[in-house]
């Protein structure tokens, strides 16, 4: 396996969630579709839906890539938020932990504040203003 991303589907707020992250995380879009740029055939959404994003794509290191795309139900597709999934980011210092929890929890939803677990870990979860889960951990080193 070469590498896992996370790939994330959005009610037609794609953009503007991606600019949160990109606000969060820094760097730049290596590739932003929109709908009206594709060829979709019956897929195709209606004439005011074409400039939402079909794809966009945000490296958040040189191993992981942040993607998304606006889902509408003009097109047949329809999103559900649930508590099934999470981004979990393994982050090199309980400093980062604190940087980047702090910043995605604007607006959001703290569901685990960050602090040290039972297993080891300094750890926290929270829901962002999008609905999206993120898991934030630091491992202490094994002594």
Excluded: C
Excluded at 1 to 15: D, R, S
Excluded at 119 to 130: A, M, R, T, V
Aim: charged content about 20%; glycine content about 10%; hydrophobic content about 35%.
């Amino acid at each position: 396996m070469k590498a896992i991303h996370v790939y994330l589907n959005f009610p037609g707020n794609t953009e503007e969630a991606f600019s949160f992250y990109k606000s969060v995380f820094g760097g730049d879009f290596t590739a932003k579709i929109t709908y009206s740029d594709m060829p979709l055939g019956e897929m195709t959404p209606p004439e005011d839906e074409r400039n939402k994003l079909a794809h966009i794509s945000l490296p958040l290191s040189k191993d992981l890539i942040l993607m998304g795309s606006d889902i509408m139900e003009s097109t047949g597709q329809k999103v559900v938020f649930g508590n099934n999934s999470y981004i979990f980011l393994a982050m090199e210092s309980k400093e980062q932990v604190d940087h980047y929890y702090n910043k995605l929890v604007a607006n959001g939803s703290p569901e685990m504040p960050v602090g040290d677990v039972p297993w080891g870990s300094y750890f926290g979860s929270l829901w962002d203003q999008f609905g999206i889960g993120w898991i934030l951990e630091y491992e202490y080193p094994q002594e």
